[in-house]
């Protein structure tokens, strides 16, 4: 099992930036991969971004491209979300998931967090 505590949301004016953290504890592996993802009031959850166990690849939903950053520390079992240039249509609660099953892009994760709440006011 994994467990994943998401920290970092909040309530920020647009153009504002949030720095949302996943924590993982468990049986966390080398070669997991960790997304972030999504959902709106009245949506379905979407992908944000996901990184490679290295780090060495990443990947952004193209409505987030050059505002947002996936990053990872191994050391700490923690990734990271910078949030830049924040937009009202960004509000959503976010939730961080490890070990796809599927291409990471897809919600096919076993393991995901309760979620963080992150508000942009116009």
């Known amino acids: 099992q994994v467990q994943l505590v998401e920290s970092g949301g909040g309530l920020v004016q647009a153009g504002g930036s949030l720095r949302l953290s996943c924590a993982a504890s468990?049986?966390?592996?080398?070669?997991?991969?960790m997304g972030w993802f999504r959902q709106a009031p009245g949506k379905e959850r979407e992908f944000v971004a996901a990184i490679s166990w290295s780090g060495g690849n990443t990947w952004y939903a193209d409505s987030v491209k050059g505002r947002f950053t996936i990053s990872r520390d191994n050391a700490k079992n923690t990734v990271y979300l910078q949030m830049n240039s924040l937009k009202p249509a960004d509000t959503a609660v976010y939730y961080c998931a490890a070990q796809p099953s599927g291409p990471v892009y897809s919600k096919e994760y076993p393991y995901w967090g309760q979620g963080t709440r992150v508000a942009v006011s116009s």
């Open positions: 468990g049986r966390t592996g080398r070669s997991d991969a």
